[in-house]
């Protein structure tokens, strides 16, 4: 089944250790999104990928950076988690119209998410 | 900039009754979409239901409809016949039809308790 996947599913790392998180895909869309969320929170937008174009929110800490080296994988890089970074990391993506990729009208499909534990 | 209000942080229904979510926005545009997700406990976020903005008629996908009222921004989720299963986080969402890369805003997300 196409889908997306993330890994690991469950990440400890040590205050300011860098940690990557991985997501692939595929359904073959062209969009590709990372969310942080905390708990019994709605997801927070950090940034998304459209095709190679990095699009990064306002207000995300520059400690989060992305990577995206080919349609089907996208990295998330925390460069120094501080405990306030200790969330759920949930990847999505999704097709523009008009575009190749499996799924429906332009919604997201999310991964089932990877829990950061910052001690 | 587009919001979206969830006023009820946590619903109960019993199982096998009806219950209705509300969710509320805030737009200037006059096309755009709206979905409504469910995030079970420690499972991951699927796509409940969607309605376009430009169709009149509400959206139906099996015990989950909605009540899309555009005049008054209203995007209202009923659950018939709740299930067990049903027991979940559930987010309203609203996509601008001109939103670059599909980006989504969320709701603060409903609670859903069902009881046996």
Same mark, same amino acid.
């Given at each position: 089944?196409? &889908?997306?996947?993330?890994?690991?599913?469950?990440?400890?790392?040590?205050?300011?250790?860098?940690?990557? #998180?991985?997501?692939?895909?595929?359904?073959?869309?062209?969009?590709?999104?990372?969310?942080?969320?905390?708990?019994?929170?709605?997801?927070?937008? #950090?940034?998304?990928?459209?095709?190679?174009?990095?699009?990064?929110?306002?207000?995300?800490?520059?400690?989060? %950076?992305?990577?995206?080296?080919?349609?089907?994988?996208?990295?998330?890089?925390?460069?120094?988690?501080?405990?306030?970074?200790?969330? &759920?990391?949930?990847?999505?993506?999704?097709?523009?119209?008009?575009?190749?990729?499996?799924?429906?009208?332009?919604?997201?499909?999310?991964?089932?998410?990877?829990?950061?534990?910052?001690? | 900039? %587009?919001?979206?209000?969830?006023?009820?942080?946590?619903?109960?229904?019993?199982?096998?009754?009806?219950?209705?979510?509300?969710?509320? +926005?805030?737009?200037?545009?006059?096309?755009? +979409?709206?979905?409504?997700? *469910?995030?079970?406990?420690?499972?991951?976020?699927? #796509?409940?239901?969607?309605?376009?903005?430009?169709?009149?008629? @509400?959206?139906?996908?099996?015990?989950?409809?909605?009540?899309?009222? *555009?005049?008054?921004?209203?995007?209202?989720? *009923?659950?018939?016949?709740? %299930?067990?299963?049903?027991?979940?986080?559930?987010?309203?969402?609203?996509?601008?039809?001109?939103?670059?890369? @599909?980006?989504?805003?969320?709701?603060?997300?409903?609670?859903?308790?069902?009881?046996?």
């Amino acid at each position: 089944d196409a &889908m997306v996947i993330q890994n690991p599913r469950y990440q400890v790392t040590q205050f300011g250790k860098p940690v990557t #998180l991985s997501c692939s895909q595929t359904l073959n869309h062209n969009v590709m999104y990372w969310y942080q969320q905390k708990s019994s929170q709605a997801p927070k937008l #950090l940034f998304h990928y459209y095709d190679k174009d990095f699009n990064n929110e306002a207000d995300t800490p520059d400690n989060f %950076q992305s990577r995206r080296p080919n349609t089907s994988f996208c990295f998330l890089d925390i460069r120094s988690p501080g405990l306030g970074d200790a969330a &759920m990391y949930l990847c999505a993506t999704s097709s523009v119209p008009g575009t190749s990729g499996m799924g429906g009208h332009n919604e997201q499909f999310f991964g089932p998410g990877t829990r950061l534990t910052v001690l | 900039a %587009q919001t979206v209000t969830q006023s009820q942080p946590e619903m109960s229904v019993q199982e096998a009754e009806t219950v209705t979510l509300s969710c509320t +926005y805030d737009t200037s545009e006059s096309d755009y +979409y709206l979905f409504w997700y *469910k995030q079970p406990p420690s499972r991951q976020m699927i #796509l409940v239901i969607r309605q376009e903005a430009y169709k009149q008629q @509400n959206a139906t996908e099996n015990r989950f409809s909605v009540n899309f009222q *555009k005049a008054a921004k209203s995007f209202s989720l *009923k659950i018939s016949d709740s %299930q067990l299963g049903d027991a979940a986080m559930y987010f309203c969402a609203y996509r601008s039809a001109r939103a670059a890369g @599909n980006k989504l805003t969320f709701g603060g997300g409903t609670r859903v308790l069902v009881k046996p």
